[in-house]
């Protein structure tokens, strides 16, 4: 699963999609922009401090009675508020010890967590394989994904889980807590009691087919991770820095060797037996439930663990043991397989404070670190990335979050032959800072992590509570410590206590915690004789495969696949599925907005502006501006422009000059978050969002901050100093982020279809990374002479926010907070103050208050070309070994459609889980995911495969699947077409889940020409969308999407092109086999 945490404020956008189970091969709290697709963040805003201690623990049985209500079990051990916000209670079961902790979060949405502490003994990946059948039938529901049929009719899209190399975590969110009360008690009978079966661990594990290849969801998800830069990089640091006593050692997701040889059926269920009780289980439950309703809903199953004597007289929890101390430093020199050795990756680690003992230590370090990398201005980034000769394109920190924690360094585009300087230049500038300490910046670093915390407490409470709660679980030294407890969830009273720590504080602990310890520096180097060697290895295991089993051989393989799937695809009865009702949404609990729509309390502000009230803390800004004017040969700046915008010198009123150091140290002072991108959600650089002609500058920054930060909007696009050796600097770093960029194929699969759909002048082909690193680093080798020529255009760009007609203001924020705030600025009730949006009263122009909302469909190539000359691509690459596919033909083009309600519902009706797609593509192991998607801002209409093992087989089942519905050789299921209902308007209500979503969702609606309270309108027509709306809108879109020739784009590794392009040549596909990147029209 991709997990993205960006610095930048950007807007959500309601978008159906498919869940799955994901792997975080090791926990970690990531600090930078761009996280590793492998590595999933514990905490994306909120900290989930954990502890671990030596001392054994036994948990004792108390023999406790049965008891017929299950409230009366319960105890009630600590109760705290998480960082003074949300109430948290902890409870105990006395019969089974099954921990609950209730928090109590505002909203429509309530989340599940049920985590069990498991433990890996080798590679064999048993806490993952184990967690993929847990959803395969249990003892009392057994059949094959009856658990996400029965989810969806809860209001919930399916089920979720990951596993950790500390613990496994199975997820469940609903719309109101209704259907969370009704699904909690069979998910949890799949925990304790599931059936994993042989059949189940052949389709959802490892699996050789009938051609003698391997396949199997597991095999399929791990395969296309293992032998990645940043996973090999990151395997090689687990294994040099922990050691094989302590678990954290091993691969919690299954290597590719031992998932083919060692790891079976046998196993797994002697590790479900080991670790799956409830005296090692905790539920932590988030969102308005109420606690009687909770309690009945747990009664099921507790009195189940107790009639089943499932509760173990003692038990041990399985991480207590103490971790050996790294003895000595490690330098290692490792390959990934690459087509193109440009630059390298170096990872540099080392052992931190204990999670148990030195909690208010782990926090420190995290601050440390923060300090040394966060931004431009950090001692790292400027010594190894902002400057003009650089050894890197990003410099980032995270941390393995263990009982003996581990932070490390991840330096990406490297210089090849500069790998072996960056420990050294690394220690040299660490030794530096000791005499060179800012404290001042150390202040701004600190109090801006007690805001996040804040902040996550409004946007992302649900998972920010749970992670601290997880670790509270795993290695609370004292479970019914309220101290502990409340130290877990409100870590913003450690970070208030850090604000008063002088700098000698700082200077002990960075030469304690850092310069004092062993380093293991991983150098991890791209090559095209990995790739060869990798290439022959897998021939020589099918030769070897056909050699042993022949041709009978490989005809069994195939068979007993067969018949795996066919027993697995057991149809649920209507009687299980009848049980359960879909929950009424009126009871749900939405949250409140006001809109105001250019009011009149705002009539000095002459471009078009948007207020949003809600319930807040933080005020959230967008500035968006029109670049439809600009020529073609200025929007190749774009990016630049975007990056250049706040990482650049600002020339004050009265002459003085602010260098570009102090106006990013100023920036981070005043704003929580800041960013520009292009598009209005889901941009990032060198992607475009939704709307691409438009550029966003958003912004999050305290009610308190909002004179400073208005005053900051002024200076950047109206002051910024464009300078040749800043955007020299600028354009290096940003062209050498795109080599890795490029080695991932999900990426360049998205930038294929793109490419192949809009016209050569759009910001979205012309921004794509390909051809932006080509200008970038023309750019930056040129700048000294053109400096004058770039400048200019880019002050043209920003000049665009000085004509009212190209500009939209979207502020949303507690109108009431703001007043509270700022009495003395808001005497006349409701307003603005005219100081702060001066900028926008445009003197002596008249008022065009003017949406620049044309759709993307707009910048597209023409209808002609659309649907007549259909362009259809393979690329191959070498870094990767899994396939991805993406294409689409013209459909919705309007959001007020009658049709596309019943479109959504279509594409849910495929992709839910326990859908058609997911039992016959996921189920039988050939492809980790897939998914449709219709965007009537650029009228296609999507199908994706993501992580296929076999893309020919995935693709040629999916057609088949589609066709047997549409000829009617297969019916349509009233019962998949009520849970594709529910898991729908669920997605669509959890897209408002906080305040901040809420407020997102209303400016796209603006953009989108909706009117105000389109969301329930929506939900209402899903809700009437009869069967026979239903075929003839899947006649009508879906059997083009997968009959007739329409825009392709696939990546696979590089040796199965040949193979990939005759497989779908059979299907009736063309596909044109792409040259290298570099010589390929994505770089023209």
Partial sequence: MLVIKSSALFLSSFTPGFRFTSLFPQHLRTCNRFLSPSLGPRNPLGDSSRRLYSVKMEIQSNQVPMETDVKHDFDLISSVKANGVHPVTKYRSRSTGLELVHASIPGPVVNGYIVLATRAEDHDGL?????????????????????????????????????????????????????????????????????????AFSTEVYHINGEGKDGGVVY??????????????HTELIRSIYPKTSGYHYNTGGQLSNLRDSCNNTKVKAFHKKFYNPKNARLIVAGMVELDQLFAALQPIVLKLQAKKSVPETWTRPWLDEVPELEKSVDKVIKFASEDEDDALVVVGFRGPSAIRELPEVHAARILLDYLTDSTVSPLEKEFVEN??????????????????????????????????IAPRIRKTLTKQLKEFDMERMKDVIRKSYLEEMSAMENTPHNSIAYACIGDFLYSED?????????????????????????????????????????????????????????????????????????????????????????????????????????????????????????????????????????????????????????????????????????????????????????????????????????????????????????????QFEIAKAPNAFEWIKRLFWQTQFKGDRLKVLSNKMSTDVNQLKRKGSRMCKLLIKDVLYEAGSNTKITSMIRQQLFLKEVASTVAKSENKVRKILEIIRDLIHKPENVTVHIATSMENLQNA????????????????????????????????????????????????????????????????????????????????????????????????????????????YFMDSKANDGMLYFNLYRSSDLVGAYKTAVDTVLELLDGKVEWQQDLLATAKSSLIFEIIEGEKTPLALASTSLCSYFRNVPEGHTRQLIRKIAEVTPEELKAVAEKYFRPLFTQPCHCAIVCPTDKVSLTVDGFAKLGKKLTIMPSIGSSFLAK
């Fill in 822 to 929: 700022h009495k003395d600025l808001f005497p006349n009730g409701p307003t603005l103050p005219k100081e702060w949006l001066k900028i926008f009263s445009y003197e002596g122009k008249e008022p065009v208050k003017r949406l620049a909302n044309e759709p993307d469909i707009g910048w597209m190539k023409d209808h002609a070309t659309l649907t007549k000359s259909p362009q259809q691509y393979i690329l191959g690459l070498s870094s990767e070994e899994s396939s991805f596919l993406a294409q689409g033909i013209l459909a919705i083009t309007d959001f007020n459609d009658p049709e596309l309600p019943i479109v959504l519902t279509v594409n849910q009706y495929f992709c839910q889980m326990e859908g058609p797609f997911f039992r016959s593509i996921r189920g039988a192991g050939l492809a980790y995911d």
């Fill in 220 to 233: 399929s998800e791990m395969q296309a991770l293992e032998q990645t830069g940043e996973i090999r990089a």
């Fill in 127 to 199: 806490p993952h394989t184990l967690e993929h059948m847990i959803f395969l039938g249990s003892d009392e529901y057994p059949y094959k994904g009856i658990l996400d049929i029965l989810a969806n009719k809860c209001l919930a899209s399916g089920t979720n889980a990951w596993t950790d190399v500390d613990h496994t975590c199975y997820t469940m969110t609903t719309a109101g807590s209704e259907g969370f009360c009704t699904l909690l008690p069979i998910y949890m009978d799949h925990i304790f009691y599931p059936i994993l079966s042989d059949t």
């Fill in 479 to 699: 479970a019914s410590s309220v101290h502990a407890f409340e130290q877990r969830v409100s870590v913003g009273k450690i970070l208030q206590r850090l604000m008063d720590e002088p700098s000698t504080f700082w200077t002990e602990r960075l030469q304690k915690m850092i310069l004092d310890q062993n380093w293991v520096t991983i150098q991890a180097k791209p090559s095209k004789d990995q790739y060869e060697q990798q290439m022959k290895q897998e021939e020589a295991m099918v030769e070897e495969r056909m050699y042993k089993f022949g041709p009978d051989g490989f005809k069994k393989f195939e068979l007993e696949l067969e018949d795996a799937i066919k027993k697995n695809m057991t149809p649920v009865p209507m009687s299980f599925i009848s049980k359960i009702q879909t929950p009424s949404i009126d009871s749900i609990t939405f949250h409140d907005i006001t809109r105001h729509d250019n009011p009149d309390f705002a009539n000095d502000v002459k471009c078009n502006f948007y207020l949003d009230d809600i319930h807040s803390n933080f005020v959230y800004l967008s500035v968006l501006i029109d670049t439809s004017s600009l020529p073609v040969d200025q929007r190749k700046y774009l990016s630049l422009f975007c990056e250049a915008l706040t990482e650049s010198a600002v020339k004050l009123d009265n002459g003085e000059i602010i260098s570009h150091e102090k106006v990013v140290a100023e920036l981070n002072r005043d704003f929580l978050s800041y960013g520009c991108g292009i598009g209005i959600d889901g941009g990032s650089r060198f992607k475009c969002g939704s709307y691409s002609h438009i550029i966003s500058f958003n912004a």
């Fill in 388 to 421: 003009d000769d650089p050894l890197a394109s990003s410099i980032s920190f995270s941390e393995m979050e263990n009982s003996q924690t581990t932070f490390y360094l991840e330096l990406e585009g490297v210089p090849l032959e500069s790998t072996s300087e």
